[in-house]
């Protein structure tokens, strides 16, 4: 009787609670008991309710998926018979990929609560069998599948077992080479872990937080994209392209970083090495570990004359060693040839700016030449530049030669694979008039 009661009251309570308040009287101090027990009766209906919905859109969509399979099966043995195979790996890549989904899918919708060990084992050989047969799109789709289901993201662990904390889905061995990933993703937390990424693009994405770790990302482009506190630890990040990067925090410690590009990159409290700094390509607007600006990259070998006239080819006459600067006269001449052929090839730009800059002593009698030669060696170029007329200057300095600071800046052709530059320290009557440079260097700026 009192049931009755509740489950009418419960049923007005849920329907029409604005138009009874003159029943709220008789019922008081029923009205917790009359509530809780109306949710219960209501979840109970709900329950049910969702559970039919699902198998019912479930059934759907084996169906659907089951007649467009036939129906891909019917086409694919057409378009094959038309010889037109490349519609066919199309829909053969298709009917596979939305199985795929299907087939995870039922494994999350069908699972307990906790993922346990079996789910993660079907779930990683379908993954990796799966992106063996899959084109580059589809690859990056199944990818960012796995993403937005939160199995690939670090610290979910919807797995229930021990493998899964280690690895989270193990994609080992898995390749992933020349997937384009790019966009305005959010990725973070993405593991990637000894995943084969060769020639992979991950530019304007937020991959914060993410494992790579003995990944393979062998010329791998990053730029523009958000990357604190991502796990680089015993990666391969040879040619990789850091250009406008936030690298804040990120591990480095093992990474193999042979020509990496580091332009307007921010590795500050990062763990990367000078030693690694030291391989790269390009250094260029970068902020170290410690948060001070690195050197820019230049390109000339012994700028500074530190290391002697070693590595500059003496056309003509003397040039003399003093302190940490070249002296010449009487039109001697020192030339040094870059060769910027793996900037080129690396960086993929076919022409790119370059700077030279140096302080000088005696600048009025100074003349550089600025010379481009392509693969074969051939001038297509000659720059003469006879007034160097510089900007700052330091005249107050008494013990030794005052400096004045001088740069240059040009775009190069595209054929252009080295560049000889030429310094001709001019004739004076005068001995006392000292011609002097130090301080060289030569920078690529890609912008
Ligand atoms: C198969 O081909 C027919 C006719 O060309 C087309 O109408 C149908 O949409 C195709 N089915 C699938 C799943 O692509
Ligand atoms: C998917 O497309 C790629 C590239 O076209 C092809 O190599 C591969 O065989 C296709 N997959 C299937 C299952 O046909
Ligand atoms: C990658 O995809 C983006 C956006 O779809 C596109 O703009 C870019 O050119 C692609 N990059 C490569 C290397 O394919
Ligand atoms: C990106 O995703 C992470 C984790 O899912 C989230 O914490 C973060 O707020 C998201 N960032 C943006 C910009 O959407
Ligand atoms: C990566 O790209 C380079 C140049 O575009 C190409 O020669 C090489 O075969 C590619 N490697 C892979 C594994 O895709
Ligand atoms: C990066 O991953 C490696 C294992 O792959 C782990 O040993 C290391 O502690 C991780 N680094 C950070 C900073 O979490
Ligand atoms: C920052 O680190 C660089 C490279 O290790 C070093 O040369 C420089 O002196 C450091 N600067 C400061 C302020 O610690
Ligand atoms: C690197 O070069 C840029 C452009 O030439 C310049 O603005 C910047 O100050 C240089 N950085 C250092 C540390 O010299
Ligand atoms: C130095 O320059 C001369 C003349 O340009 C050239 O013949 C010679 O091979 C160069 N030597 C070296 C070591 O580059
Ligand atoms: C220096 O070179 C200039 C221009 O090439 C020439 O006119 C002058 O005679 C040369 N002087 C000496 C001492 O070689
Ligand atoms: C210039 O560099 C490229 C790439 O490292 C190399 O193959 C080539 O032999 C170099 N050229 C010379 C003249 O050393
Ligand atoms: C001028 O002197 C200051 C301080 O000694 C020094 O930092 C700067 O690099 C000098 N500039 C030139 C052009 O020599």
Redesign the pocket.
């Given at each position: 009787m009192h049931t009755k009661q509740v489950i009418d009251q419960s049923d007005k309570y849920v329907q029409t609670i604005p138009n009874e308040p003159s029943k709220h009287e008789p019922w008081h101090g029923f009205n917790d008991f009359s509530f809780k027990n109306g949710l219960e009766m209501l979840f109970a209906f709900l329950i049910p309710a969702v559970i039919a919905i699902v198998a019912i859109f479930i059934q759907k969509n084996d169906m659907d998926i089951g007649r467009k399979n036939r129906e891909n099966d019917l086409n694919i043995s057409q378009l094959q018979r038309d010889s037109d195979e490349q519609q066919a790996r199309y829909l053969a890549n298709e009917t596979v990929f939305s199985n795929y989904v299907k087939n995870i899918g039922d494994i999350i919708l069908y699972s307990p609560v906790r993922f346990g060990a079996q789910q993660y084992i079907v779930t990683r050989a379908l993954t990796s069998t799966i992106l063996r047969q899959l084109d580059l799109d589809r690859k990056r789709l199944v990818i960012q599948f796995l993403y937005d289901t939160t199995i690939l993201q670090r610290n979910t662990n919807i797995f229930d077992t021990p493998h899964a904390n280690e690895n989270h889905i193990n994609l080992e061995g898995v390749v992933l080479d020349q997937v384009n990933f790019s966009g305005i993703l959010n990725l973070s937390t993405i593991m990637l872990r000894s995943v084969s990424l060769v020639n992979a693009t991950f530019s304007n994405s937020n991959l914060d937080a993410s494992d790579f770790s003995n990944s393979n990302l062998d010329a791998s482009d990053f730029s523009n994209s958000k990357l604190i506190g991502v796990n680089f630890s015993n990666t391969k990040l040879s040619r990789v392209k850091f250009v406008n990067v936030e690298l804040q925090k990120s591990d480095f410690t093992g990474a193999s970083v042979e020509n990496i590009q580091l332009i307007r990159a921010n590795l500050s409290q990062s763990t990367i090495t000078n030693e690694q700094i030291s391989q790269a390509l390009f250094v260029y607007n970068t902020i170290l570990p410690n948060g001070t600006y690195a050197r820019n990259k230049t390109f000339i070998k012994n700028g500074d004359s530190k290391q002697g006239l070693n590595q500059w080819n003496i056309t003509s006459g003397i040039i003399e060693v003093k302190d940490s600067y070249f002296m010449g006269k009487n039109n001697s001449t020192m030339i040094q040839r870059i060769n910027i052929t793996d900037a080129k090839l690396y960086s993929s730009y076919p022409s790119f700016i370059y700077c030279l800059s140096f302080?000088v002593h005696g600048q009025e009698n100074l003349m550089i030449q600025i010379i481009q030669l392509n693969q074969k060696r051939v001038i297509i170029d000659v720059n003469n530049i006879n007034q160097i007329i510089?900007s700052?200057?330091?005249r107050?300095?008494s013990s030794s030669l005052?400096?004045?600071?001088w740069s240059y800046c040009k775009a190069s052709i595209d054929e252009t694979d080295y560049i000889d530059l030429k310094f001709i320290f001019g004739y004076t009557n005068d001995p006392t008039n000292i011609i002097a440079v130090k301080d060289i260097e030569f920078i690529i700026t890609i912008d």
């Open positions: 302080l510089s700052s200057c330091n107050t300095s005052d400096f004045c600071y």
